[in-house]
């Protein structure tokens, strides 16, 4: 793969004209007497010492210290293309800072509209100056301290309440800073829990929960090539629980967008072997993702096509700032060509195929799908000049990538060359994408174009400064490189900050093979949904995933997994203790202090009720779920999150099991106080379990809280309480009349030797 760089030429043109010579070029772009596509074979040399040199200043842009008000300076001052920060030579190759834009267009060719100055230009369409001052480098916001009426932990009221007693912690209110507080006050309880523990370290800004706070979560655009499978789906629910669970915390507003990726070469060539139009293929394609996506529950609150006006105008204006800011070039390009990962591959990442009739070809390595050498002009995106902004940027942001395998691997990336980016295509071989403004030979890369959508659902170039950039991406492994150096970099080198974070996820195998049209191994979402309804897919998909490996599909597992903690334990478990037989009144019975006393610790107390050490240790663990869900939700961990749950729905089981209520006769007052205490007991657990359940399986959680008579309002994270009686105070749930659906919570499956396969043509 070889670019032929434009600012390479002013080697050769330094030489015969003199160090003025770029000056007198128009806009950077090489004199019409410099060879666009092959340098001159003497110069290579030098050619190579000055692309080197190019590749970046050694010094890190300069950010103002956190908290620092953000200068009036516009972004250009720290760009990395900006002169004051190149070395003399490199001066002439990077484009000015101010003005930005050439009074004489590159090539001739016209200023696209909306970058022209001057009367009739769109006032929208100034890069600088955008609304909310968005063009400037920000800080991320620092963490706000939530203004409440609650207890403060560090109190003594507080701290020594939770010290005294074991379930204080979790019986009181969530203090001002939940997850802080409550950490320090389970801490001396976390040795004596059976459940994983999630690390107490607490930093990111997924916990900057102050009220008001904003947060875009996203999906990544779905190629509108094919119909959703499992992998979409799985990127959508990781994102999706993620947003309910924000708002079930209240954390502030959010939003939650997704979409299709509409264009490029491979829809082109899909509508082609369809036999229809990219357009007619993208309506339809688009329609069963959104169709697919409701289908499953997933609540997202923006849906973008990238064929849409609103983001064609956002992509153009993307492209305009790239250009102004001088981050463009034009250049000649070759290389291998990976039309299904659309993008260009160097040959350390190609491997070599023989065909049946044994003819070789070359594919990627990472995803075995073939590339083509393709030699063509393009603008070239001076990513070069990033790479220790990158660096920096990820140095003082170590979750900003994550998990942290992820992260490590884009350091890893970002210290080998990163050689500039082709971002156009010729539009001879591609039509079906947003053409380059001010050249209609030349096609925007799918990638740029796409990666824009984040911006473009937040309204830029007007209204994003309002959320931007608050936004966490929920990405595959697959297109990390896009997420994680391209796009910061496009970002910055438009004077954009970073987004806030990247959750990375693996893939899915199906039965230990990758999933692919060739294998017939598609798994598609909707027949498993019919299969196994919305919250049994659901809660199978994030409780196997997990984020750092790839797990592997098969419908057993489904059934198995399935069968197990939703249907016979967590529903065995209403049935269970709301069945008339034992509890005839249908109400949420009393606890009794007298029966489940408080105690200071229970390992050296001897009891005085009638609970048992165990009970108490049960207890405990159920008291510090929801900090330890909470804290798997803000690592992105949501099967462990889901398994610290199943295992306290096992705990709760074996403490009704151990009981065993339905030999206690309720005509004995004693034997009815510890009865309904029993009862109490176990509808609180399920309780709990129903809360925090909500954001993965929305239905059901519905239904069980329903069923334990909570009111929508009593469903929110942020005041959770468990057992408030066994610390003395009042439950607004006791004595309430159950909820009447007494029907079956999640029904057992029958094993299937049907496998959900899509077949679907289009
Ligand atoms: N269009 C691009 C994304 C552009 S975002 C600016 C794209 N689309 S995709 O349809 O191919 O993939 C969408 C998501 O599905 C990605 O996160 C990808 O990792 C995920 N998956 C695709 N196959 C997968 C599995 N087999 N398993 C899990 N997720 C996988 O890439």
Known sequence: MRVNQPHLHY??????????????????????????????????????????ALSGPKQPIRLPPRGEAPTSRPFPHRNPLSPQRLPARQHQAALPSHP???????????????????????????????????????PPPRRQPAPSSRPDPRRPHGARAAARSPLAAAA???????????????????????????????????????????LLLSTPIFYANGPPHLGHLYSALLADALHRQRGLRGA???????????????????????????????????????????????????????????HQRAVCHFWGALQERGALYKGSYEGWYCT???????????????????????????????????????????????????????????????????????LHWLGDDLPDLSVSRERSRLQWGIPVPGDSTQTIYVWVDALVN??????????????????????????????????????????????????????????????????????????????????????????????????????????????????????????????????????????????????????ETKALGRASAEDYEFVVSVASLPLQVASYFEDFQIYKALECIALCVRQTNGFFQRHRPWKLNRNHPAEKLWLDTIIHVTLECLRVFGTLLQPVIPCTADKLLSRLAVEPEERGLSNLTFLPRYNGKPCPFEGRQLGSDTGILFHRLEKSSQHQIENRRL
């Open 11 to 52: 080697g050769f043109l330094e030489q015969s004209l003199g160090t003025n010579a770029p000056q007198q070029l128009p806009w950077g772009m090489p004199a019409p007497q410099a060879p666009l596509a092959a340098p001159a074979p003497h110069l290579f040399v030098y050619l190579f010492i000055s692309d080197r």
């Open 100 to 138: 930005t834009f050439p009074e004489q267009p590159p090539h001739g060719s016209a200023p696209p509209a909306h970058l022209r100055r001057g009367p009739g230009a769109a006032a929208a369409a100034a890069p600088r100056g955008l609304p909310g001052g968005s063009t400037t480098w920000r």
């Open 454 to 603: 984040y911006l473009s659902v937040v309204g830029y170039p007007e209204t994003h400064g309002e959320w931007w950039p608050a936004a966490h991406h929920v990405v595959g492994k697959d297109i990390l490189k896009f997420h994680a150096v391209y796009w910061p970099a496009l970002l910055m080198a438009v004077g954009l900050p970073p987004p806030e974070q990247i959750l990375v996820h693996s893939h899915w195998t199906v039965r230990g093979q990758k999933m692919s049209k060739s294998l017939g191994n598609v798994i598609d979402p909707s027949a498993c949904i019919g299969q196994y309804t919305v919250d049994g897919f659901r809660y199978f998909l994030l409780r196997q995933g997990v984020p750092e490996r790839d797990c592997d599909y098969y419908d057993e597992k489904v059934v198995k997994v399935l069968n197990s903690e939703l249907a016979d334990a967590l529903g065995g478990l209403l049935n269970r203790s709301t069945a008339l037989s034992i509890n005839p009144s249908n109400t949420y019975p009393y606890f009794s202090e007298s029966c489940f006393p408080k105690i200071l610790d229970y390992r």
């Open 252 to 310: 502030g507003p959010g939003r939650f967008s997704t979409g299709t990726d509409e264009h490029g070469l491979k829809i082109q060539q899909a509508a082609a072997e369809a036999g229809t139009s990219p357009p007619e293929l993208c309506a339809r394609v688009s329609a069963l993702f959104r169709q697919a996506l409701t289908q499953a529950a997933v609540s997202f609150t923006d849906f973008i096509r990238t064929s849409e006006p609103r």
């Open 340 to 410: 299904p990962d659309e993008c260009f591959l160097p040959e350390s990442q190609l491997a070599e195929r023989t065909d049946s009739q044994g003819r070789t070809y070359k594919v990627s390595s990472e995803t075995g799908h073939e590339v083509h050498w393709t030699k063509e002009e393009n603008y070239m995106f001076r990513l070069s000049a990033f790479r220790d902004p990158l660096q920096k940027w990820l140095r003082d942001n170590p979750r900003a990538v994550f998990p942290n395998p992820f992260y490590q691997r884009v």
């Open 172 to 214: 009181a209110p969530p203090p001002a800073r939940p997850l802080r507080a409550a950490a320090a006050m389970l801490r001396p309880l976390r040795r004596r829990l059976s459940v994983p523990q999630p690390p107490l370290r607490r930093r990111s800004s997924a916990s900057a929960s102050g009220p008001g706070r904003r």
